[in-house]
């Protein structure tokens, strides 16, 4: 079992900018965000694995960026550019051998 503890979500008005950060309890392959806006199904926002390699949802390319600090197990999210639509709450997901474990999510509003 994995404990994951997320912090950074807020308002804030488009074009501006957040970060998230996610902590686990220990080391785990893959670290991911995720989001589910208001009436929508939860989607992936970015991946990351422990090399270093990262997936992203189109609309996250060339304002999200994801990274992880691998000696503590943290996960960040920098977003840039925000938009309306980008309001949702944001999960941290990581999954290993045998493990996969959601954070409780952190609300993030963009509004003028």
């Known amino acids: 079992q994995v404990q994951l503890v997320e912090s950074g979500g807020g308002v804030v008005q488009p074009g501006g900018s957040l970060t998230l950060s996610c902590v686990a309890s220990r080391s785990i392959h893959v670290m991911a965000w995720y989001r589910q806006g208001p009436g929508n199904q939860r989607e992936l926002v970015a991946l990351?694995?422990?090399?270093?390699?990262?997936t992203y949802a189109d609309f996250a390319k060339g304002r999200f960026t994801i990274s992880r600090d691998n000696a503590k197990n943290t996960m960040t999210l920098q977003m840039n550019n925000l938009k309306p639509e980008d309001t949702a709450v944001y999960f941290c997901?990581?999954?290993?051998?045998?493990?996969?474990?959601w954070g409780q999510g952190t609300q993030v509003t963009v509004s003028p």
């Open positions: 997901y990581v999954a290993g051998v045998g493990t996969r474990e």
């Open positions: 990351i694995n422990s090399g270093g390699g990262t």
